[in-house]
C-alpha cells in the first residue's frame, strides 16, 4: 500500500472504483493467469479489495463494507 501511495496511487480510489488490476500494474505487481473457464478472477478481484480495505479502514468499517459488497 506504502508503494502505491508514494507512487501517487490512491488506495481509496481504487476501492471506490473497484479497480486493483490497474494499481497492481502500475506498481508491477500485477499477476497474470491463463482462462480459466470460472469466475476466480472475480472473487480474485474481491479478495484484494478487501485486502487494500484492511489498510485504510478500522475492522468495524470494513466488517459493513464487506457485507454490503456480498449482499449487492
Known sequence: M?????MGI???EILKNYDSYHALEK???LIRTD???T???????AVLN???AMEKQSLERL???YV???LI
Not at 2 to 6: G, I, S, V
Not at 39 to 45: G, I, R, S, T
Open 39 to 45: 469466475n476466480v478472477n472475480v472473487n480474485e478481484q
Open 68 to 70: 454490503s459488497f456480498f
Open 2 to 6: 506504502n508503494e502505491l501511495e508514494a
Open 63 to 65: 466488517t459493513e463494507n
Open 50 to 52: 478487501v485486502l487494500l
Open 27 to 29: 506498481a508491477g505487481g
Open 35 to 37: 482462462a480459466t473457464g
Open 10 to 12: 490512491s488506495c481509496e
